[in-house]
């Protein structure tokens, strides 16, 4: 079984850990990514500002993050098969949220959402304070 570190400078740049791990299994790859945030990719330097106008547009833009960081893998949101959804206030945050996620899948034509779990939590662990959701994947690209 090989392994390939994805990289890309269209997403967040991550600090001691990969963007994705793409690892073959044979017949296709599975595709492991790391958290996508709500903050812009910043390819000057490294600092990366967070999306404003709370969890809808930081949402769009963790979900933007993840489909660059599955583009660079080869793959796309439709090879999506599982989504961990971490909020920091899951109480005020989750029907905001739904609504974002399910039209951010619809505008790309995927009728079929992946499996998702969505965990409450006390905190993104990011510099930037103000983030407050973070989204991870798993995909299976068929060769």
């Not at 850990?17 to 073959?24: C, E, N, T």
């Not at 660059?68 to 098969?81: K, P, R, S, T």
């Not at 609504?99 to 990011?126: A, M, Q």
């Amino acid at each position: 079984m090989s392994r390939e570190v994805i990289k890309t400078n269209k997403a967040p740049t991550p600090g001691n850990y990969s963007q994705a791990i793409k690892i073959d299994i044979g017949n296709g790859w599975l595709i492991y990514t790391a958290g996508q945030t709500g903050n812009f990719p910043n390819i000057l330097d490294e600092n990366e500002s967070v999306v404003e106008g709370g969890i809808g547009p930081q949402t769009k833009r963790a979900l933007n993050n993840l489909e660059e960081v599955l583009n660079e893998a080869g793959a796309g949101l439709m090879h999506v098969i599982k989504t961990t959804v971490y909020l920091e206030n899951l109480e005020r945050d989750k029907s905001e949220f739904e609504k974002f996620y399910k039209k951010f899948f619809d505008i790309r034509g995927i009728n079929n959402l992946p499996s998702r779990s969505t965990v409450g939590v006390s905190k993104i662990p990011l510099a930037t304070e103000d983030t407050i959701i973070e989204i991870d994947a798993v995909a299976y690209l068929p060769k």
